[in-house]
């Protein structure tokens, strides 16, 4: 349907990037980029009105996204020649539009598009050798200067390479290496850095992509105090087997897992040196905040699990302590303690207790001549305890034991 629209108003339109990569990958990819020759946005607006949905326009770079009714996103953006201020990068020789868009980005597999213009619907452009870097598995940079122009590229290589288990091309590993002695890293904006390595902690192997950068000496170019321990490794590695875990248990919540990983990275570093990292991955004020009490939180937990373990405590004394840990600390306190004993409690905490509701609420309370108060939440959590012990499971119970 794009191409189609694209051609009744005289402009070419591809779809390039990721999604194209991943379809010769044989990769699901559900994100939708296009690029056109001509004015995007309002290309944008035709799409939206043909297929129904509402455009988000970016004026200042040219760009839109649809929103498709079904949630879907397409990203449209403009390639236009006058856009591209390369003087370094660029051959003499004029590009047509679409090559200068596709020459500006990071890697050959991703500088890839599709032509979708109903006269060469399908057409795959590749410009820069992406199927044969494709086929040999290689990560490979457009020109020598890319990553001076941009260091997060770096972190993109890794990302990439680690993803689809690709190994960096050996001019583009000299490239690097050279970028790292020319201590590029230490100029870029945390915001830029926390962005990409958000990215690398939502990825399947994500300690393997920070095993690369130490190896890299990148994890120390971002900040001197970010080292790989063993044990911090280690612990790492539990984290990603967690994930998988709790994947495995199909719940709807997601967690945060840059705050999962970070917590391992900082584990064994004084307060002081972790807001320190913070303030060079500019966090903001509240999500360093966050992160500091997330560890305390969980060292308390580690702490009371092993009491309430060793006593043979109830139920509802472990539903009330993981009932304080949001879902970032509870992963992280199984990935210290990952043992059959604890997954099992944080399965059950997890899949049964957590879903598990009063029979009985204030409004009974209420009903009983009980004033509103501090006693409402009191005695509903005698309930609850009664409850997730096994001694009021039915309502009727659960009034007897308020009467009470
Ligand atoms: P993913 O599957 O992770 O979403 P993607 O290729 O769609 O992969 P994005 O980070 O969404 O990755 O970027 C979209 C496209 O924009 C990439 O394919 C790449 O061509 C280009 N791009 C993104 N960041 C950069 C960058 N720093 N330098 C050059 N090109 C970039």
């Given at each position: 349907r794009a191409g189609?629209?694209?051609?009744?108003?005289?402009?070419?339109?591809?779809?390039?990037?990721?999604?194209?990569?991943?379809?010769?990958?044989?990769?699901?990819?559900?994100?939708?980029?296009?690029?056109?020759?001509g004015d995007g946005i309002a290309f944008a607006r035709t799409l939206a009105q043909s297929m129904g949905g509402r455009v988000r326009a970016h004026h200042k770079f040219r760009t839109a996204v649809v929103i498709l009714e079904n949630g879907q996103r397409i990203d449209v953006a403009t390639a236009r020649l006058e856009y591209y201020e390369y003087p370094a990068a660029l051959p003499t020789v004029e590009l047509s539009s679409i090559k200068m868009d596709l020459y500006r980005r990071d890697f050959t597999i991703n500088a890839l598009a599709v032509q979708l213009n109903p006269a060469n619907f399908g057409k795959l452009v590749d410009?820069?050798?992406?199927?044969?870097?494709?086929?040999?598995?290689?990560?490979?940079?457009?020109?020598?200067?890319?990553?001076?122009?941009?260091?997060?590229?770096?972190?993109?290589?890794?990302?990439?390479?680690?993803?689809?288990?690709?190994?960096?091309?050996?001019?583009?590993?000299?490239?690097?290496?050279?970028?790292?002695?020319?201590?590029?890293?230490?100029?870029?904006?945390?915001?830029?850095?926390?962005?990409?390595?958000?990215?690398?902690?939502e990825e399947e192997h994500a300690v393997d992509c920070l095993r690369q950068m130490r190896d890299y000496r990148l994890l120390e170019a971002i900040h001197p105090l970010l080292t790989l321990t063993p044990a911090q490794e280690n612990l790492l590695e539990e984290i990603e087997k967690v994930r998988d875990w709790y994947r495995l248990l199909y719940l709807d919540e997601k967690p945060r897992n840059w705050m999962i990983y970070l917590?391992?990275?900082?584990?064994?570093?004084?307060?002081?040196?972790?807001?320190?990292?913070?303030?060079?991955?500019?966090l903001t004020k509240r999500q360093s905040s966050d992160i500091l009490t997330l560890r305390t939180q969980t060292n308390e937990t580690v702490y009371r699990f092993k009491m309430w373990r060793h006593r043979g405590g109830p139920v509802s004394e472990l539903f009330f302590m993981l009932e304080m840990l949001p879902l970032e600390g509870l992963l992280f306190?199984?990935?210290?303690?990952?043992?059959?004993?604890?997954?099992?409690?944080?399965?059950?905490?997890?899949?049964?207790?957590?879903?598990?509701?009063?029979?009985?609420?204030?409004?009974?309370?209420?009903?009983?001549?009980?004033?509103?108060?501090?006693?409402?939440?009191e005695i509903l959590r005698k309930l609850r305890a009664a409850m997730l012990d096994g001694q009021a499971t039915c309502r009727d119970d659960q009034l007897a034991l308020a009467r009470r």
């Open positions: 189609e629209l694209a051609r009744d108003v005289g402009m070419e339109a591809y779809a390039v990037g990721g999604f194209i990569r991943d379809i010769l990958l044989n990769t699901p990819n559900s994100d939708l980029d296009l690029v056109v020759e410009f820069f050798g992406a199927q044969r870097d494709i086929k040999n598995r290689v990560v490979r940079v457009l020109h020598s200067l890319s990553f001076v122009e941009d260091p997060t590229r770096i972190l993109r290589a890794i990302r990439f390479a680690k993803r689809y288990n690709f190994r960096i091309g050996g001019q583009t590993d000299r490239l690097i290496r050279n970028a790292m002695q020319l201590d590029m890293i230490p100029k870029l904006s945390g915001s830029r850095i926390f962005h990409e390595l958000n990215l690398i902690f917590l391992a990275v900082f584990n064994g570093m004084p307060e002081e040196d972790i807001l320190s990292v913070c303030t060079r991955l500019n306190f199984m990935s210290r303690y990952n043992q059959e004993e604890v997954r099992k409690s944080l399965s059950m905490y997890l899949t049964q207790l957590k879903g598990m509701e009063l029979d009985v609420s204030g409004r009974d309370l209420k009903g009983m001549g009980l004033e509103p108060g501090p006693l409402y939440g």
